[in-house]
């Protein structure tokens, strides 16, 4: 049984910083695309940062320059680091995978998701 579980949320104030984690199991991180989507209230899941192995595909235009997305193999897990956020940032954060080629734009495509960590920005 594949499982992702995502930690590090949490309530952070405008320009500060957030790390995300994600760990797994039931699969090897190296054999899949990884990514991070979010998810605010009344709005579609949308991706945030995608990478294939070593290979850093996507990151949202809205994210560029704040987040980074990285990944150790060895630890089955993934992480995204989080500065400036600004408060358009919040919503919940799911971590999930997919046999490539993935389609970012179409989440409901990727076969694996966590339950989501909550990030709420908010002075």
């Known amino acids: 049984e594949v499982q992702l579980v995502e930690s590090g949320g949490g309530l952070v104030q405008p320009g500060g910083s957030l790390s995300l984690s994600c760990g797994g199991s039931?699969?090897?991180?190296?054999?899949?695309?990884m990514g991070w989507f979010r998810q605010a209230p009344g709005k579609e899941r949308e991706g945030v940062a995608v990478r294939t192995g070593d290979i850093i595909t996507y990151y949202a235009d809205s994210v560029k320059g704040r987040f980074t997305i990285s990944q150790e193999n060895a630890e089955n897990t993934m992480y995204l680091q989080m500065n400036s956020l600004k408060p358009e940032d919040t919503g919940m954060y799911f971590c999930?995978?997919?046999?490539?080629?993935?389609?970012?734009?179409?989440?409901?495509?990727?076969?694996?998701w966590g339950q989501g960590t909550q990030v709420t920005v908010a002075s």
């Open positions: 999930a995978a997919d046999p490539p080629p993935c389609r970012v734009g179409e989440p409901a495509t990727w076969d694996y």
């Open positions: 039931g699969l090897t991180f190296d054999g899949y695309t």
